[in-house]
């Protein structure tokens, strides 16, 4: 059984453009090699009833959400008392985040830095080995932060605790041939192939057009019949197939 | 009064990580410059279900909807259709699409290819001066392509078009300074100017804690004054304010 993921992103600076996202892409890789696939996004504002509608509709519908920014020191980190009313339970002083602010902080703990120790009643910490602060996790929402050095370090704490389904096999073929003159046979072994999932990602490189293929499976054998089929159908086409993914690498899905 | 928009991503590759999106940053940018505010991003996987459920979800909220991706010649190349059965109008092979496909392909024109002209009744064409195959706008919703190159050129002609509200004014100053230790100051600064908004972005860099605070308002006078109440308290606490961002240069949101 697959088993299904939600990342929410909370954070103005995304939505004003200010900053290029890079926690989605880091979490989709993170979680497709534990066998958890990311199967929708949303970026939303900093604004109290587009984070609790956002959690809400997600939570219910995926295995796991992830939520990445806004659980700092500062007005604008609202993420966590959101999260205490999606779940409509109130906020308290967790003792142990609490401990672990005092040791890092010692007399800097002022009143903004204590806010981060009040969680929502029944999560559990998510360590910071960066700076401390902790994220947490609620039921099957996991609450990291924004700056993406700390989220990551906070994913690999959550990492081992994730139950994930079987992994994907996946290969990539890429060749010179037009993604339009290869459609309508990548069509016939799509549809011959129905588990398995074929992408088409074109791309325009040193002025040529090329494509590159991408097929996933969870059935490994029937994933590199139709990744043959389609090495075949390119170089009836006069493409000459290799397995690398140059639409990736110059970023254009 | 605002005019506000949805981005509505479609791609496995994003959802994969195979790929990191780009066309949002892009979208957000040039949409805040002509005074239209992306306030919800979603990406969706290429399926039926998951991308009318997202039109539909957002068409009726905002002013403006923008999707990317899934309108090539591909079997996987759905978002056409869903855009159709969303707005629930018939596909009919557009005249002005087909001739220009039919111009650009000549005798490539198979039936992959003319599935490109078959639009939703009622769409009006998005130029595309990179590959010819159009994007469409039906009602509030705009259908582009998702190679960015392609998405930029198709954004190009449609931005003339645009209805933009009045453009906030920003600012922002940065300093070597704590996010913890600037935060009871600045919720006292944002609860005296309710109309600007003050984000709060903290970065790392040279083994020193800095932040990067970024004010933003329609009221280019409230802004200012903000944005200089920030400075006189990042003085008050040792640093020495500048108008740069360092923490979007290090890319931590």
Redesign the interface.
Known sequence: MDRLACVI?I????????????N??????AL?RVGI??????????DEA?VIAAVNACRFIYDYVFTT?GI??????ITTACIAKAFGVPLHRHPEALERLTRY?GA?L????LRMADLPEGATLIDNPISQAPGFRLGNVFVMA????VMQAMFDGVRPGLQGGPAMASRTVTAYV???????G??AI?TRNPTV????????RNDRLGVSV?T?GYDADAMATASGEIETLMRALGGDPQPV?LA?ED???
Chains 1, 2 share one sequence.
Request: proline share 7%; charged share 30%.
């Open positions: 992103v954070g103005n600076e995304i939505l004003s453009g200010r900053i290029r996202d890079s989605i892409q880091f979490l989709a890789v497709g696939r990311v199967k929708e996004v949303r970026v939303v504002a900093d587009a920014g700092g020191p500062t007005h604008d980190d902080y800097s002022n009143p903004a830095r924004g700056v993406p050095r037009r993604e339009g003159d290869l459609a309508d990548m069509t799509q999932e074929i992408g088409s990602y074109p791309f325009f991408v996933r993914d990736a970023g254009e899905p």
